[in-house]
């Protein structure tokens, strides 16, 4: 076999690797690097499709089994382009699944807490509980966690250990104490962000920084005493920002990224504004939100692989929904200005965060689960369910908040409850176990 037919063998080999999301292939997609072929080894070098996404490594992992069907008597080496990728393939379970501990506990305490400010007749904590231990303990966990994986730095997992467990700390333990915890894990978190940044210093990635920076801002708000009705919004633009930026990512060729980047803009102004003149900064809030929205439903690249079919669809479909969702949290927002609590306050916050983050969470788990932790995650027709489930407590919950009637609002909110179980336990029974594979790498 000469050179060039080696070339054709390894690289349409490669072409059955696909990215889970965008159900692309990665030589398609541009991520091969080089090939070299010598007696001992084939060495291959990808692109990594994200600093901060840990999915490179399935990618590696998958180049490697793939190549190993054509490779016969040489080693097969596959290395990620300037990560710091660990030198034993896809830890087990077992290893990184403690961090997700503290995400898990808060997730389930949280809505319990909701579920009882709601009305509902449940042991839970305060549902001042509710608000941290959603967004730092459980989503800045999830989200530290998958950015240390990325990055490969161990020292970086200490980030979500002590956001998730400060949060829960400030309500079982001490409050004061577990806040300062919460805070630490909040700039670990930007150290792992700037690490992202320096290593691919572009739009995506100052907008990925940005979101870690407004956790920390929320998070000393929190630790200051500020009035929590001053410092939510700065918690609720982590992950609104934080979608943003890894949406610019794949989708910046689509369209400028000026549009998002100014309703980002707008967005941090109007957190900053909100203590001085709420009402202003609740509206502003909204029309950030519409901009955003608008954005990504025209130039998100889930416009075109929700053509495709099984999992590239599943994903495309959760994040379309969940712009739509928070095209309505900025409509609301944008109508009734400044709430503290009460029927709009509820529409506004929820279509945000389980209309919109629990959309993407929803949509994204068979894509990161399988990064994070080892494990193989098949798209499963069944998970359309729990999509649906989701859909369905929106409409009930907000439907209830813009009639008024709070029976209809604590059914959506249940309803929004059993989506979740539902999703937990559906993407529990498709895990399977992935063969151990030794990734050689130079």
Same mark, same amino acid.
């Given at each position: 076999?000469?050179?060039?037919?080696?070339?054709? !063998?390894?690289?349409?080999?490669?072409?059955?690797?696909?990215?889970?999301? &965008?159900?692309?292939?990665?030589?398609?997609?541009?991520?091969?690097?080089?090939?070299?072929?010598?007696?001992?080894?084939?060495?291959?070098?990808?692109?990594?499709?994200?600093?901060?996404?840990?999915?490179? =490594?399935?990618?590696?992992?998958?180049?490697? =089994?793939?190549?190993?069907?054509?490779?016969?008597?040489? %080693?097969?080496?596959?290395?990620?382009?300037?990560?710091?990728?660990?030198?034993?393939?896809?830890?087990?379970?077992?290893?990184?699944?403690?961090?997700? *501990?503290?995400?898990?506990?808060? !997730?389930?305490?949280?809505?319990?807490?909701?579920?009882? #400010?709601?009305?509902?007749?449940?042991?839970?904590?305060?549902?001042?509980?509710?608000?941290?231990?959603?967004?730092?303990?459980?989503?800045?966990?999830?989200?530290?966690?998958?950015?240390?994986?990325?990055?490969?730095?161990?020292?970086?997992?200490?980030?979500?250990?002590?956001?998730?467990?400060?949060?829960?700390?400030?309500?079982?333990?001490?409050?004061?104490?577990?806040?300062?915890?919460?805070?630490?894990?909040? /700039?670990?978190?930007?150290?792992?962000?700037?690490?992202?940044?320096?290593?691919?210093?572009?739009?995506?990635?100052?907008? $990925?920084?940005?979101?870690?920076?407004?956790?920390?801002?929320?998070? @000393?708000? #929190?630790?200051?005493?500020?009035?929590?009705?001053?410092?939510?919004?700065? #918690?609720?633009?982590?992950?609104? *920002?934080?979608?943003?930026?890894?949406?610019?990512?794949?989708?910046?060729?689509?369209?400028? @990224?000026?549009? !998002?980047?100014?309703?980002?803009?707008?967005?941090?102004?109007?957190?900053?504004?909100?203590?001085?003149?709420?009402?202003?900064?609740?509206?502003?809030?909204?029309?950030? &939100?519409?901009?955003?929205?608008?954005?990504?439903?025209?130039?998100?690249?889930?416009?075109?692989?929700?053509?495709?079919?099984?999992?590239? %669809?599943?994903? @495309?479909?959760?994040?379309?929904?969940?712009?739509? #969702? $928070?095209?309505?949290?900025?409509?609301?927002? !944008? *109508?009734?200005?400044?709430?503290?609590?009460?029927?709009?306050?509820?529409?506004?916050?929820?279509?945000?965060?389980?209309?919109?983050?629990?959309?993407?969470?929803?949509?994204?788990?068979?894509?990161?689960?399988?990064?994070?932790?080892?494990?193989?995650?098949?798209?499963?027709?069944?998970?359309?369910?729990?999509? @649906? $489930?989701?859909?369905?407590?929106?409409?009930?919950?907000?439907?209830?908040?813009?009639?008024?009637?709070?029976?209809?609002?604590?059914?959506?909110? /249940?309803?929004?409850?059993?989506?979740?179980?539902?999703?937990?336990?559906?993407?529990?029974?498709?895990? %399977?176990? %992935?063969?151990?594979?030794?990734? $050689?790498?130079?």
């Amino acid at each position: 076999m000469d050179e060039a037919e080696e070339e054709a !063998l390894l690289l349409g080999a490669l072409r059955t690797v696909m990215d889970p999301e &965008l159900g692309t292939d990665i030589v398609e997609l541009g991520l091969v690097r080089r090939i070299d072929v010598d007696d001992e080894a084939v060495r291959v070098t990808i692109v990594p499709t994200s600093p901060s996404c840990p999915v490179s =490594e399935v990618i590696q992992r998958d180049a490697v =089994e793939a190549l190993q069907k054509v490779v016969t008597g040489q %080693r097969v080496e596959v290395q990620i382009e300037g990560l710091a990728t660990p030198s034993t393939p896809l830890p087990a379970l077992a290893v990184r699944g403690p961090f997700l *501990i503290p995400a898990a506990i808060s !997730l389930v305490i949280g809505l319990a807490a909701g579920l009882r #400010w709601l009305g509902v007749d449940v042991s839970a904590p305060a549902p001042m509980a509710h608000a941290p231990l959603m967004l730092v303990g459980f989503l800045g966990t999830l989200i530290a966690l998958e950015r240390a994986v990325a990055l490969g730095l161990p020292t970086l997992y200490t980030a979500p250990v002590f956001l998730g467990g400060g949060a829960l700390a400030s309500v079982f333990v001490a409050e004061d104490g577990g806040q300062l915890v919460a805070l630490l894990g909040s /700039l670990i978190f930007i150290v792992a962000s700037v690490i992202a940044l320096r290593r691919k210093p572009e739009p995506f990635a100052w907008v $990925l920084t940005l979101g870690a920076v407004v956790l920390a801002i929320g998070t @000393a708000l #929190w630790v200051a005493g500020w009035p929590r009705a001053d410092l939510l919004m700065w #918690w609720l633009l982590f992950p609104i *920002i934080t979608i943003a930026g890894e949406r610019l990512e794949l989708s910046a060729h689509r369209g400028p @990224a000026a549009g !998002l980047l100014v309703s980002i803009a707008v967005l941090v102004a109007a957190a900053a504004l909100v203590s001085w003149q709420p009402d202003i900064a609740a509206r502003a809030f909204g029309v950030g &939100l519409l901009a955003m929205s608008a954005w990504l439903l025209r130039h998100d690249i889930a416009r075109e692989t929700v053509r495709k079919t099984g999992l590239p %669809r599943f994903v @495309a479909a959760c994040l379309l929904l969940g712009y739509g #969702w $928070l095209l309505v949290a900025g409509a609301v927002l !944008l *109508i009734g200005g400044h709430q503290t609590g009460g029927f709009l306050y509820d529409a506004g916050l929820h279509a945000i965060l389980l209309g919109f983050v629990f959309g993407m969470i929803f949509g994204h788990a068979p894509v990161i689960f399988p990064a994070l932790f080892g494990v193989a995650i098949p798209f499963k027709p069944r998970f359309w369910v729990h999509v @649906a $489930l989701l859909q369905l407590s929106l409409v009930v919950r907000i439907g209830g908040d813009l009639a008024g009637l709070m029976e209809v609002r604590k059914l959506g909110g /249940l309803l929004g409850v059993l989506a979740i179980a539902v999703f937990a336990l559906s993407t529990a029974t498709a895990v %399977r176990k %992935r063969k151990k594979l030794e990734v $050689l790498q130079p």
